[in-house]
């Protein structure tokens, strides 16, 4: 079955960075696109980041571009997002998810990891 | 980007009841409209894709319909598992963009 595991949350100062890894398995990593959401407490979601299949196309967004990188390790099926010059409205639960579509078209996430909190705060 | 609303925000309904909630797009989505159901303290949960087609194992009292613009959730009948947040998302274009939601509650 398709798991997918956060891990790298916690807590970091304002200007600060963290990167936030998501472990899958009970797919086939390689072949399958993945996007991060994030919710701040008490709030809606937001999409924040997409990565195609290829590992080459990748889109953000605006709040983010620039200071957050979506990346994958297929060896290793994980795909992380590295996140810089992090500011108080980061503060979220960071949601990895997998792309309904095998090497297709964006779109839908069918399965979501648990997530994992990150606060900043000075 | 493309703006999603939703409403109601809220609505509070009783054990068998059917239950809409409409989703509205700022530009036309075609049919790249996804429902995901959230459970206090959990992830989300994929209901609906493609506006109109049920995700595997999810239990047929959930419909989605719609195209374009305009689009619904239907519970056609209540039952206590389904309290919860209920998030409408575009998928059409970049920045995808989800809806602010809507709580279903018990009456």
């Known amino acids: 079955q398709v798991q997918l595991v956060e891990s790298g949350g916690g807590v970091v100062q304002p200007g600060g960075s963290l990167r936030l890894s998501c472990a899958a398995s009970?797919?086939?990593?390689?072949?399958?696109?993945m996007h991060w959401v994030r919710q701040s407490p008490g709030k809606g979601l937001e999409w924040v980041a997409f990565?195609?299949?290829?590992?080459?196309?990748?889109d953000y967004a605006d709040s983010v571009k620039g200071r957050f990188t979506i990346s994958s390790d297929n060896s290793k099926n994980t795909v992380y997002l590295q996140m810089n010059s992090l500011r108080d409205d980061d503060t979220a639960v960071y949601y990895c998810?997998?792309?309904?579509?095998?090497?297709?078209?964006?779109?839908?996430?069918?399965?979501w990891g648990q997530g994992t909190l990150v606060t900043v705060s000075s | 980007d493309i703006q999603m609303t939703q409403s109601p925000s809220s609505v509070t309904a009783s054990v068998g009841d059917r239950v809409t909630i409409s989703c509205r797009a700022s530009?036309?989505?075609?049919?790249?409209l996804a429902w995901y159901q959230q459970l206090p303290g959990k992830a989300p949960k994929l209901l609906i894709y493609?506006?109109?087609s049920l995700q595997s194992g999810v239990p047929s009292r959930f419909s989605g319909s719609g195209s374009g613009t305009d689009f619904t959730l239907t519970i056609s009948s209540l039952q206590p598992e389904d309290f919860a947040t209920y998030y409408c998302?575009?998928?059409?274009?970049?920045?995808?963009?989800f809806g602010p939601g809507t709580k279903v509650e018990i009456k």
């Open positions: 998810a997998k792309n309904w579509a095998r090497a297709g078209a964006p779109g839908f996430s069918d399965y």
């Open positions: 009970g797919f086939s990593f390689s072949s399958y696109g």
């Open positions: 990565m195609r299949h290829d590992g080459i196309n990748k």
């Open positions: 530009q036309t989505l075609s049919s790249w």
């Open positions: 493609a506006a109109s």
């Open positions: 998302q575009q998928a059409h274009s970049f920045p995808f963009t």
